[in-house]
């Protein structure tokens, strides 16, 4: 009898929780705590086939489009082999044979009720950029930053807030990660590494702050919900410089964040 963890998972039947520009996520049919990442072959296809450079390159590479799989995978590794820290990535479970191509099985990071967590760019967009949340982004950054983690895209997109397989609430970096460069430098140098999260911690913050106002003037514009209107509290947005990344601190793009109900 084969083992289940080498069964053909049929996906032909399943929607997909997230689909990105060229990839899809699954649900796992026998693990709730487990997701499946599957590359979009004509996606890819069509992508490559518009850039004559990138198509050129990948026919010497025998993973082709999976190449992104082994970005993530090569990353975790180097991440989890340090084992006193703990970097805060969706866990890499392993690769499966689907009825989509390979996929990549992943840690689910959740929300209370067991769904999808919500990413980082929809809690701002739902609460703003509280104090609180910009204190835990810190947070974030620096177990980041430690644990010497090569990050290409760290989007809002990118980060959710929620819970692990282990019950641990936090921020967790699910896409977006591993070493392209042709000279890996900033993996060989932890230095310039945390420079580059430095930057990107500013430019995420930058954008953070948009994606607030622009949901402030949202709910602004919304009819009450009533007769007699009914006011959200404001949040104060937080520019206070945080303290071991020392990033450049950033002026407070409006007063307040009203909450409003991906």
């Known amino acids: 009898m084969q083992s289940p963890a080498f069964a053909f998972i049929d996906l032909s039947r399943a929607r997909p929780l997230v689909s990105g520009s060229d990839r899809h996520v699954y649900q796992h049919p026998d693990d709730p705590a487990v997701l499946i990442k599957v590359v979009d072959l004509p996606a890819r296809a069509a992508y490559q086939r518009k850039h004559w450079l990138k198509r050129w390159y990948r026919r010497y590479q025998r993973a082709c489009s999976y190449r992104t799989f082994i ?40 929300d ?26 810190d947070t974030f950054f620096d177990a980041l930053a430690q644990a010497h983690v090569i990050v290409n895209d760290i989007s809002g997109k990118n980060i959710v807030v929620g819970y692990n397989a282990a019950g641990r609430h936090g921020m967790y970096l699910v896409d977006g990660f591993g070493n392209k460069q042709a000279v890996p430098l900033f993996a060989l140098s932890r230095r310039l590494n945390g420079r580059r999260l430095q930057r990107k911690y500013r430019e995420l913050i930058r954008d953070l702050h ?53």
């Open 112 to 137: 209370a009720a067991g769904g999808m967590a919500p990413t980082l760019t929809a809690v701002v967009r739902q609460q703003g950029l509280s104090p609180a949340l910009r204190s835990q982004l």
């Open 71 to 110: 970005d993530e995978v090569a990353e975790y590794i180097a991440s989890a082999s340090q084992d006193r820290l703990q970097a805060p990535l969706a866990r890499i479970v392993g690769i499966a044979q689907t009825s989509l191509g390979l996929g990549l099985l992943v840690e689910k990071i959740g």
């Open 210 to 262: 948009i994606q607030a106002q622009r949901a402030d003037r949202a709910a602004s514009a919304l009819p009450p919900p009533s007769a007699e209107r009914v006011c959200a509290p404001n949040l104060q947005i937080s520019v206070a410089e945080p303290v071991r990344m020392q990033a450049a601190a950033q002026p407070a793009a409006g007063a307040s964040s009203a909450a409003k109900p991906h």
